[in-house]
């Protein structure tokens, strides 16, 4: 999958000088986030990706809980840390979008329920919402393959390289038009313009280097074909690639990660420069080819491009649990050797898997556990026909036959979840008094086994552990839309109850439990 395209971006134009536009408000306070969700049910989750300091955000992975819950129709978050640049939402019920963020600042938006087969929409307010609102629209070159069509388009019809960049820049008059309005009303302020400018130019950069590298690979074959000569497609990458270079600091917030771009023509011979002398990348493709089919091309590129994209590279890897542990650890050990000042190395650091202590026997059951009160990892002991189980009334009815079964469903990466943790202990007393079992039910990757008890272990969730097997995962899809998610299965298996109240809402749930299964 080649993960820079999925990206959603903002835009705009070049500074408009000492224009008075809204008022900054302070560096060092943390944005936040909140959302009008009418029609969205309790208990959904909404997933919140921003920039780390440092570093753009990358489009799929988050340093730390990155989830809020809507109730009542609400949701709110504040950022966890205080950077300008842009941040990623979004969950089942709610479109994807991005938007732009800065320190102190308050972004709100309004889910409009589409009409008909129509999506629904997302309508900003608060700081910035001008802006935000033609990101949200595709007005500022991030309308996807439209606009990616269309500049291809510009390309094949340009006979000259000066006559192809000049068509090219004329494609950011309106976007720019639109920002510089908004910027002269103060609607939005002077770092988000210089933002959303900055990232203009790049997405004019990715879908024009999009077409070019078609080209070089293949000129008798490029879509669409170009009528320039290879010749004049070299000046015009130049010219692209000096102009609106990734790697200068206006560019700094953009989470396109462009550098794969240039790296790309490089290696086909668009841009200027010499063969790579390592091949450090290229010999971990079969590790990265989840989230990245053309590593190779990364070698091409100079030591400080070279570190930043193949930080964001690791990044992505690490959110989709591309590789083993063991392989994970290797790729890092050559980053760091190669970038040990990298702003992506703690990072990193941080969110590697570990390997397991001892190594796991292919026969040996490590997915159903059980943490005992005063005990400090999961106990996994021999579970017959555990690799048959498909559904999650089977293995309700396989492991806890004749007893009733409260179940909690979590993942790793699901703060809401992890937040609900602390009113366990009133849970595990409710329970144990009234002979009901907790079994906590994972539906994290089988790759992150050790987060997944290494977690369970350090919340003291005393009861039973199930990391879901991909089969039983499968069949959770129709019946679990969100997570935290809470059921109720009573002694003789049966589903009694298909969406508890949470632990944190205590004697609700307890009345709750005590009806569904007739207790007194």
């Known amino acids: 999958m080649n993960f820079w395209i999925s990206l959603l971006g903002a835009a705009l134009a070049v500074a408009p000088g000492p224009l008075r536009a809204q008022k900054t408000v302070p560096k060092a306070v943390p ?3 909140a959302g009008q969700l009418s029609e969205v049910p309790d ?5 919140i990706f921003e920039a780390m300091p440092g570093v753009p955000m990358n489009y799929f992975f988050t340093d730390g809980p990155n989830e809020c819950v809507v109730r009542g129709g609400r949701f709110s978050y504040r950022l966890r840390h205080a950077e300008a640049g842009f941040v990623r939402y979004g969950g089942k019920v709610v479109p994807h979008g991005v938007s732009f963020v800065e320190p102190g600042a308050h972004v709100t938006f309004t889910l409009k329920p589409g009409v008909g087969n129509a999506p629904p929409t997302v309508i900003f307010g608060g700081t910035n919402a001008a802006a935000n609102n033609l990101i949200e629209q595709g007005k500022l070159l991030n309308g996807g393959p439209p606009d990616g069509e269309r500049i291809a388009n510009v390309l094949a019809k340009a006979p000259t390289a000066k006559t192809a960049l000049a068509s090219l820049q004329a494609e950011m008059t309106a976007p720019k038009a639109l920002l510089f309005t908004a910027l002269r009303q103060r609607q939005i302020s002077q770092r988000c313009y210089d933002v959303l400018t900055a990232e203009v130019e790049q997405r004019l950069l990715y879908w024009s280097s999009n077409t070019l590298v078609g ?12 009528q320039m000569p ?3 497609a070299r000046q015009l990458a130049v010219a692209l690639c000096t102009q609106y270079d990734p790697s200068l600091p206006r560019y700094q917030a953009s989470p396109l990660s462009n550098q794969g771009m240039v790296a790309a023509l490089r290696e086909k011979g668009g841009l200027p420069g010499p063969a790579p002398t390592a091949r450090a990348w290229a010999g971990y493709a079969a590790q990265f080819a989840q989230v990245n089919s053309a590593m190779a091309r990364y070698d091409y590129l100079p030591a400080a491009a070279q570190g ?7 990044l992505t890897a690490l959110s989709l649990n591309a590789m083993s542990a063991a392989d994970f650890a290797r790729v890092f050990a050559d980053y760091r050797r190669m970038f040990p000042a990298s702003p992506y190395v703690p990072i990193i650091a941080r969110a590697l898997p570990r390997a397991p202590a001892t190594p796991v026997v292919a026969s040996q059951n490590q997915t159903f556990g059980q943490l005992a009160p005063g005990t400090r990892a999961l106990a996994f002991a ?8 498909r559904t999650l009334a089977a293995l309700v009815r396989q492991q806890f036959a004749g007893r009733p079964v409260f179940v909690d469903f979590w993942a790793s990466w699901c ?3 992890i ?13 144990s008094k009234n002979g009901i079992e907790v079994l906590y039910i994972s539906v994290d990757q089988p790759g992150y086994r050790g987060k997944w008890a290494a977690l369970a272990a350090k919340n003291g969730l005393r009861g039973y552990h199930y990391l879901a097997s991909p089969a039983v995962q499968e069949s959770l899809k129709s019946v679990i839309p969100f997570i935290p998610r809470y059921m109720l299965f009573d002694k003789s298996g049966q589903l009694v109850e298909a969406s508890a109240y949470h632990p944190s809402d205590g004697e609700k749930l307890y009345q709750q439990l005590r009806e569904r299964l007739k207790r007194l």
């Open 415 to 417: 703060g809401p979840c």
């Open 230 to 232: 290879l010749a004049e």
């Open 215 to 226: 080209y070089f690979k293949a000129p008798d074959k490029a879509n669409p074909a170009l």
């Open 419 to 431: 937040a609900e943790f602390r009113y366990e202990p009133g849970l595990h007393e409710f329970a």
């Open 31 to 33: 944005a936040t986030i």
């Open 43 to 47: 208990s959904t989750t909404i997933a």
């Open 308 to 314: 930043q994209a193949m930080g964001n590279v690791i």
């Open 382 to 389: 021999p579970a017959p026909g555990l690799d048959t189980v």
